[in-house]
């Protein structure tokens, strides 16, 4: 059973926009935080937003504030991340994590539900 799907990454030039879309089994959507993680080739999943779905919550790592947007729509159980300004440090495979169990919550290892990535690719 797919539990997490992942859709809207592709290729923009820098200073454009991508909304990505992550889709859940409604048991997974009722789990507590849904966050996105990203990785570049040779690099580590890196944290990027994260957002907890009872109280629609939101955080962002540092790097990132202002520039990207995580939300939700609980009538989809999906939540998106808008991608605004884009930069070819951007590039990556961009994941989906859910059902956030020890650990923190840039932690990768503390989810148990993952998706199966999208790529998204940013050209200077």
């Known amino acids: 059973q797919v539990q997490l799907v992942e859709s809207g990454g592709g290729s923009v030039q820098a200073g454009g926009s991508l909304r990505l879309s992550c889709t859940a089994s409604a048991d997974t959507y009722a789990s507590n935080y849904m966050t996105w993680f990203r990785q570049a080739p040779g690099k580590e999943r890196e944290g990027v937003a994260s957002?907890?779905?009872?109280?629609?919550?939101?955080y962002y790592v540092d790097s990132l504030k202002g520039r990207f947007t995580i939300s939700q729509d609980d009538a989809k159980n999906t939540v998106y991340l808008q991608m605004n300004s884009l930069k070819p440090e951007d590039t990556a495979v961009y994941y989906c994590?859910?059902?956030?169990?020890?650990?923190?919550?840039?932690?990768?290892?503390?989810?148990?539900?993952w998706g199966q990535g999208t790529q998204v690719t940013v050209s200077s």
């Open positions: 994590a859910a059902d956030k169990t020890y650990g923190g919550r840039w932690d990768a290892a503390a989810y148990r539900v």
């Open positions: 957002i907890y779905i009872r109280g629609s919550t939101t």
